[in-house]
C-alpha cells in the first residue's frame, strides 16, 4: 500500500554572524526617531564637545595673540614726531577695581549655577527612558530653575562691564587715549562678545525647556553651553589679572 508522507522544505542554514542567517530590520539604535523612539544622543552629544573644543581652541589662540601684542607693545617705545626722540606712551589706566571686582563675583556665580543647571538636565535625560515605560513613575521632579538664573547673571555681567567702560571715560580713558587703554577696551569687548554668544545659547536652551523640547536635545545644548561658559569665566579671570599687572 502506497503511502503519502508530508513534505517539509527546509530552508538552508547557513552560519554567520546573524545566527541563522536572518538579517535584523533595517533602523534602531542610531540617531534617528528609531530605536524605542529614543535618539542615540550620547553619540551627537560627543561630536557636539568636540566641535566646542575646536573652537574654544581657535577662541583661546585669539586671546593668546593679544597678550603677546600687549606685552611685545607694552615695551616698545614710540617716535615722537614733535621731538624726534623715542618716548614710551604706556599710560597706567586708572582701572574701576571695585566694578571690575563685582562683575568678576557675578560671573563666577553664574558659572556655579550653570553647572548646576547642566547637572539638573543631565539627570533628566538620565531617567527619560525609565519615564517612558507603562506603570513605572519615579515622581515628578521640579528642580530650581538654575538656567535661568543663569542668564539673569549673564546679563548683569554684560550691563556690569558696560558700566565699567562708562567709568572708564568719565576717568579720561578711552579707545584712542593710549595704546594701553585701546587694549583694556579690545580685550574686555572680545570677551564680552564671546560671553553674549554664550548667552544666547542660553537664551536658547531656556526657550526649548518652555517649549517643552525632547529633554535629549536640551541635554545637548546646556552642557556644551555649560562647558563654554565655565571656560569664559576662568578667561576673565585671566584678562582680569592680566590688566591688573600691565597697567
Excluded at 530590520?25 to 566646542?52: M, T
Excluded at 543663569?150 to 578711552?174: C, K, P, Y
Excluded at 556644551?224 to 576673565?236: C, E, I, N, P, S
Amino acid at each position: 500500500m502506497a503511502t503519502l508522507s508530508p513534505t517539509i522544505a527546509i530552508k538552508d542554514v547557513r552560519p554567520g554572524r546573524g545566527g541563522a542567517g536572518v538579517r535584523p530590520p533595517a533602523g534602531g539604535g542610531g540617531d534617528g526617531p528609531e530605536g524605542g523612539g529614543f535618539s542615540d544622543y550620547g553619540a551627537r552629544l560627543r561630536r557636539a564637545r568636540l566641535g566646542l573644543i575646536v573652537g574654544l581652541t581657535s577662541v583661546l589662540m585669539i586671546f593668546v595673540g593679544f597678550t603677546s601684542a600687549l606685552i611685545f607693545r607694552q615695551g616698545v617705545p614710540t617716535l615722537d614726531e614733535r621731538t624726534g626722540q623715542y618716548i614710551h606712551d604706556w599710560l597706567q589706566v586708572n582701572l574701576p577695581i571695585p566694578l571690575l571686582l563685582v562683575n568678576t563675583f557675578i560671573l563666577l556665580v553664574s558659572s556655579v549655577t550653570m553647572e548646576l543647571a547642566r547637572r539638573q538636565v543631565t539627570r533628566q535625560a538620565a531617567l527619560a527612558p525609565v519615564r517612558s515605560i507603562p506603570g513605572v513613575s519615579v515622581g515628578d521632579e521640579r528642580g530650581f530653575p538654575w538656567l535661568y538664573v543663569t542668564v539673569v547673571l549673564g546679563l548683569g555681567f554684560l550691563a556690569g562691564q558696560w558700566m565699567a567702560w562708562r567709568e572708564l571715560a568719565d576717568r579720561g580713558f578711552s579707545v584712542a587715549t593710549s595704546p594701553s587703554s585701546s587694549f583694556v577696551y579690545l580685550l574686555t569687548g572680545t570677551h564680552a562678545v564671546h560671553l553674549a554668544g554664550g548667552l544666547v545659547a542660553l537664551i536658547y536652551s531656556s526657550a526649548a525647556a518652555l517649549l517643552h523640547k525632547p529633554v535629549e536635545a536640551r541635554r545637548i545644548a546646556v552642557d556644551v553651553t555649560g562647558w563654554y561658559w565655565h571656560v569664559m569665566a576662568f578667561l576673565w579671570i585671566y584678562l582680569f589679572a592680566l590688566l591688573w599687572f600691565t597697567r
